[in-house]
């Protein structure tokens, strides 16, 4: 009698695996407004780190020595995310490389939220000598945006000048080591899109 619940439970449990959305199959865009989009992982306003897993289709909490790490500094200044589809280059530390990240300024959005987003800025980060690129993004759709007008580098740089430094200052406390992330400049959306093209696989 065992064994038939012990299969039933684990068909179950299967079925239910099955049935999570594989964020890392999603297209790099949007099939109805081809726009880019971008799975949530950390949002807005926390201090823990987190990611997702496409292995078992979860997100899980990033771990050092059995510890959940978390941003020992101010928390996340927008939601980070990962645009599905594309792979950065493989560095030691992830050999299959990984999924372009995105910090979007917006309000908080809930882990797993796919949002449509306008890369408006590529930030070039180096940590203990391994190259690191985040695409600066707003939402694609205005009533989700906190920085009205800002869809372009020229016009943060112009309309906000205090974002730039103030993310420069959150990510280089973001390291495992202090100072060990390097802020190794900036490029404007035209060239964050063509990283996007470059990083699809």
């Not at 997702?52 to 899980?60: A, E, G, K, Q, S």
């Not at 694609?140 to 993310?167: C, E, F, K, N």
């Not at 490029?187 to 990083?199: G, L, M, P, S, Y």
Request: with cysteine; hydrophobic share 40%.
């Amino acid at each position: 009698m065992r064994l038939p619940l012990l299969s039933l439970l684990l068909g179950t449990l299967n079925l239910l695996c099955s049935c999570r959305t594989d964020y890392a199959d999603l297209p790099t865009f949007s099939t109805e407004h081809h726009l880019l989009q971008a799975v949530v992982e950390i949002p807005a306003g926390t201090n823990h780190i987190q990611q997702y897993d496409p292995t078992t289709r979860t997100f899980r909490k990033v771990q050092r020595a059995g510890t959940d790490r978390m941003v020992e500094f101010l928390p996340y200044p927008g939601n980070l995310a990962f645009v599905p589809g594309t792979h950065t280059t493989p560095t030691k530390r992830h050999p299959h490389g990984q999924p372009l990240a995105a910090l979007i300024l917006a309000e908080s959005q809930p882990t797993g939220t796919v949002l449509e987003i306008l890369p408006v800025a590529l930030l070039r980060l180096d940590e203990g000598g391994i190259p690191r690129q985040v695409l600066l993004a707003v939402p694609a759709r205005p009533s989700l945006r906190i920085l009205p007008g800002a869809t372009t580098w020229a016009a943060i740089q112009r309309d906000y000048p205090h974002v730039r430094p103030m993310l420069e200052q959150w990510f280089r406390q973001t390291g495992t080591a202090a100072g060990s992330v390097r802020v190794a400049g900036w490029k404007d959306e035209q060239f964050a899109q063509q990283q996007v093209q470059e990083a699809r696989y």
